[in-house]
């Protein structure tokens, strides 16, 4: 069974840092990008950037770069969105997707930025 | 880069048919593939459309997608509404190292 499993919701405060992580598992974790989607509250899905395990190629978005960073650790199928200084404009939803055509996607990592 | 456009929101009876549109401002609809997605609710997103008119095995086939070189769009086409089908549909495609997504339509049945 092809599973993307993201980490659990995450409460920070403004300035502080943040890596969140996306294991797939059941597929070719190499043969796919893996592409990061935000969904800010109550709003729709916006493409962050993408990275491509087998050779650590990235895209941002221009909406998101310089603001997050992609990275993979292929030893252990695992992505990760990076973050170095949290603002309260971060707080939403965030997906990992992969697969052809986006077919496989994560369950979702919560991050709330709050004082 | 280009935007996808879709209206904010369709609502229409059980056992009908909807036609959601996802139009491009620039550059060929055709140019590259585009997908559609379903959220529901809490959930994350689901394909229920690839690659312009596939449908991923399990979607039924009341769901169907096609494109429109003429109005440089894609329309995603439900028919036999039932109640389960409401939610969020996002529109999806991409140039070679950019991927956009429509602004989502609310689809409600009623």
């Known amino acids: 069974e092809v599973q993307l499993v993201q980490s659990g919701a995450e409460v920070k405060k403004p300035g502080e840092s943040l890596r969140i992580s996306c294991k797939g598992s059941?597929?070719?974790?190499?043969?796919?990008?893996i592409s990061w989607v935000r969904q800010m509250p109550g709003k729709g899905l916006e493409w962050m950037g993408k990275i491509d395990p087998s050779d650590f190629n990235i895209n941002y978005s221009p909406s998101f770069q310089g603001h997050v960073t992609l990275s993979v650790d292929r030893s252990i199928s695992t992505a990760y969105l990076q973050w170095n200084s949290l603002k309260a404009s971060d707080t939403a939803m965030y997906y990992c997707?992969?697969?052809?055509?986006?077919?496989?996607w994560g369950q979702g990592t919560l991050v709330t930025v709050s004082s | 880069n280009f935007m996808l456009t879709q209206p904010h929101s369709v609502s229409e009876s059980p056992g009908k048919t909807v036609t959601i549109s996802c139009t491009r401002s620039s550059g060929s609809i055709a140019s590259n593939y585009v997908q559609w997605f379903q959220q529901r609710p809490g959930s994350a997103p689901a394909t229920v459309i690839y690659?312009?008119?596939?449908?991923p095995s399990g979607v039924p086939v009341r769901f169907s997608g096609s494109i429109d070189s003429s109005s440089n769009s894609a329309s995603l086409t439900i028919s036999g509404l039932k109640t389960e089908d409401e939610g969020d549909y996002y529109c999806?495609?991409?140039?070679?190292?950019?991927?956009?997504f429509g602004g989502g339509t609310k689809l409600t049945v009623l």
């Open positions: 999806q495609s991409y140039d070679p190292n950019i991927v956009v």
């Open positions: 997707a992969s697969g052809p055509a986006f077919g496989y």
């Open positions: 690659e312009d008119d596939q449908r």
């Open positions: 059941g597929y070719s974790f190499t043969s796919y990008w």
